[in-house]
Structure formats: C-alpha cells, structure tokens
C-alpha cells in the first residue's frame, strides 16, 4: 500500500507564475489535508477537504491559493502568481476517517526567485 | 496565540540515554495529542498518541506522559538511538474540530 504521493518534490517558480502541487492520498483515504512549513515553524493547516467538496480552507489565503479533490485524480493546491512569501515546504496528509492519525506525503518544497 | 507550545529548539542527548521531549499546551478542550517525528527533506510520521483520558501511553521505546492539570505532556525515548534524530512535534486535537494544532517542533540530536 503506497504512501501519501507528492509531485513535485522540488518546484521553483518566477514571481507571478502559477504553482500546481498535487496529491495522491494512500489508498481508501477520502480525508486530505494540507498544510505549510514556513522555516523555523511548525505546521500550519491550510484546508481541508474530501472528495469533490471542501470542507475547511480557513487557514487558506483569501487570494491566489485554490484547492480541489476532484473524484478522480489527486488533489491539487494552487497557487496562482507565486510571490516570494510563498515559498516553503507544503505537505498534504490523508486519513481514512477523523479520528485515525494524518498520514503525510514528503512535501513539495516551493521556491518562488 | 500558541495553543501548542515546545519551548526547546533543540535537545542533544547521548546514544543509550533517556530522551525527554516535553510539549505544553492552553486550551483545555484538547483531548487527544499525538507525537510526529521528522527527518530532513521527509514528511512528518506519525509516532504515538495518547487521549485526555489517559496518563500514559507506552509503545516499544516510546512513552507519552500526559499530565492534564498541569496542561503538559511529554515523550520518552529510552534507550535513545542514533536513528532517533529528528525534528519532534507534538499536535493538539479536539474531538468536535478535524484540525490538528502544531508545536513548532523539538530537533533532537542523539550523540554517538
């Protein structure tokens, strides 16, 4: 059974270009979750979401960031005209139900020049 | 405000020797608190959990103590191992709430 799957592991973005990052929860998961590592920080929670419905993105940006978990495919985060305070590490986790333990991919560390 | 708090940074301890990370937190609708461990360029894994209604959960060389009056918990790594190294986080969780809330992470570093 594989893990939570991220890509790109490593994504470095222009200021005001477009971020797609994505996620492939493990298997029977239906519960995604992302998050952001800004350096020397713990975790953040960004949204949250299960299949075709977004249930929590109170600690999304109101602008530029996105998030879907369509039924088919990986979820992806988007991040649309990168500025240079996006850059960090973004890590996405799944779970099957609430009340088991978040799983979590390797992350994709966004570098925005 | 930080709910969840790890006031150590950093913790270096010798190889065969207790490791006691410790996590303190504010709000006391918390009931349930669980340990990830991160190595570098990985994602965190989880570790051990423990719910509000217990003091004490053991598993292999990891121990979580929870002291609820006191509104601290810590983890126990004994024997410690080199293998050990990693950052450490304590997440906080209430029942009703889906969110987990993060400490900003212990970086333990077991000595040769």
């Known amino acids: 059974n594989a893990g939570v799957m991220q890509n790109p592991r490593h994504l470095v973005r222009r200021r005001g270009q477009e971020a797609r990052l994505r996620c492939s929860p493990m298997k029977g998961h239906s519960h995604v979750y992302w998050y952001r590592q800004l350096p020397e920080e713990g975790l953040k929670f960004m949204v949250y979401l299960q299949k075709e419905n977004i249930i929590d993105e109170s600690g999304m940006p109101k602008e530029r960031f996105s998030a879907e978990f369509p039924k088919e495919g990986p979820s992806i985060l988007r991040i649309q005209q990168v500025v240079r305070g996006d850059s960090a590490a973004y890590f996405c986790a799944s779970r099957p139900g609430v009340s088991s333990p978040l799983h979590f991919g390797n992350g994709t560390r966004l570098t925005v020049t | 405000d930080q709910q969840v708090k790890q006031n150590s940074p950093s913790l270096s301890v010798q190889e065969g020797r207790i490791s006691i990370l410790n996590c303190d937190y504010t709000?006391?609708?918390?009931?349930?608190f669980l340990w990830y461990k991160k190595y570098p360029a990985e994602g965190p894994t989880f570790l051990i959990s423990?719910?509000?209604i217990k003091d004490k959960n053991e598993d292999g060389r990891f121990t979580v103590f929870l002291n609820k009056s006191a509104k601290h918990l810590s983890l126990h790594i004994v024997p410690s191992q080199p293998g050990d190294s990693a950052v450490y986080f304590c997440a906080a969780l209430m029942d009703s709430n889906y969110q987990l809330i993060w400490g900003a992470g212990t970086k333990l570093i077991i000595k040769p």
């Open positions: 423990i719910s509000s």
């Open positions: 709000n006391s609708m918390f009931d349930y």
